[in-house]
């Protein structure tokens, strides 16, 4: 399995920028994929996810609002579309996927329940 972030870089604040996730090798049974990041000293957080049973989509808090999660099957890739980018979005940013059943958004954004990682890419916000 392999999960290869692109797209990471540096936004003044205010800014928008996509981060891109390509899949390969996954399982047929893949539950769910998203997006975490994880700040300088902080605790790796969940961003987004879809739930590929049903294809709902889920948000961290700090983000509703102005991330969106897009997934393209056929391509085997999943983006994040980052709006209103504030210096707090800074991180780095990792695409997770997992086969354990997600049942919830809290499920769906417990990087505990991921099971296959990316290598992270890097989000810088500053002026």
């Known amino acids: 399995v392999q999960l290869v972030e692109s797209g990471g870089g540096t936004v003044t604040p205010g800014g928008s920028l996509t981060v891109s996730c390509t899949a390969s090798?996954?399982?047929?049974?893949?539950?769910?994929i998203g997006w975490f990041r994880q700040a300088p000293g902080g605790e790796r957080e969940g961003v987004a996810c879809i739930n590929n049973k049903d294809g709902r989509t889920y948000y961290g808090d700090s983000v509703k609002d102005r991330f969106t999660i897009v997934g393209d099957v056929a391509k085997n890739t999943v983006s994040l579309q980052m709006n209103s980018l504030k210096p707090e979005d800074a991180a780095v940013y990792y695409c997770?996927?997992?086969?354990?059943?997600?049942?919830?958004?809290?499920?769906?954004?417990?990087?505990?329940?991921?099971?296959?990682w990316g290598k992270g890419s890097e989000v810088t916000v500053s002026s």
């Open positions: 090798g996954l399982p047929s049974d893949v539950d769910a």
């Open positions: 997770a996927a997992t086969t354990f059943y997600v049942e919830t958004p809290k499920d769906c954004l417990d990087d505990y329940n991921m099971e296959f």
